[in-house]
């Protein structure tokens, strides 16, 4: 939110384009073509989709996937690429680092482990893997809907680059920090943010 407004980037968003149309930098008569309203529906699609998994507790399911048995922060650091990188690829980037965020500092807290390497691995991840698919991010969804590629299509050939991407974004970060992620880790049973019923 602005300091001195009282609304979000969404608000904001929907003040500037009406302005714009007051002013006459965009004609009313241009508005429903200058919306490109078939990502604006597939985004809320995406959303009202992630809202339904969180209710499922999907989420849940991911943060134990995470933890389970993961007994080194290298290992640990991996499964949070390879994580983040296939939620992002069938939901949108922005909403698998917002919810998995909280899982990932709590687990790093919990277990004294530095925040810096497993939430670099988060961002970079996410937003590799949701190049996979036309649905992992609002870029992809403007240029399927735009070209008219069809998905498997558009899957065939940026899976393959994701799936390189995250590999090689995957041995950079244990390569870089390597001092970092030395000894073991001992999770508790449970961590904070891995329940959503509570």
């Given at each position: ?53 969180d ?19 290298s ?30 500092v709590s ?29 992992g ?62």
């Amino acid at each position: 939110k602005f300091k001195w407004m009282s609304i979000g980037r969404h608000g904001a968003a929907a003040v500037g384009g009406s302005l714009m149309v007051f002013f006459g930098i965009v004609p009313p008569s241009l508005f429903p073509i200058a919306v490109d309203w078939d990502t604006i529906v597939l985004l809320l699609g995406m959303m009202l989709m992630s809202t339904y998994l969180d209710r499922d507790n999907v989420w849940g399911l991911a943060a134990k996937l995470l933890l389970y048995k993961a007994h080194s922060p290298s290992l640990f650091l991996v499964r949070v690429c390879c994580i983040s990188a296939f939620m992002s690829s069938i939901l949108t980037n922005d909403t698998v680092c917002v919810t998995l965020t909280p899982i990932v500092v709590s687990a790093c807290l919990k277990t004294r482990q530095p925040l810096l390497p497993f939430l670099m691995a988060l961002a970079t991840s996410a937003n590799i893997g949701s190049a996979a698919l036309p649905v992992g991010n609002p870029q992809n969804m403007i240029i399927a809907t735009k070209s008219g590629i069809e998905f498997l299509v558009f899957f065939k050939v940026c899976a393959i680059a994701a799936v390189v991407g995250v590999t090689l974004n995957t041995i950079g970060l244990l390569l870089y920090f390597k001092k970092d992620l030395q000894g073991t880790l001992n999770f508790a049973s449970r961590v904070e943010g891995t329940d959503h019923d509570e």
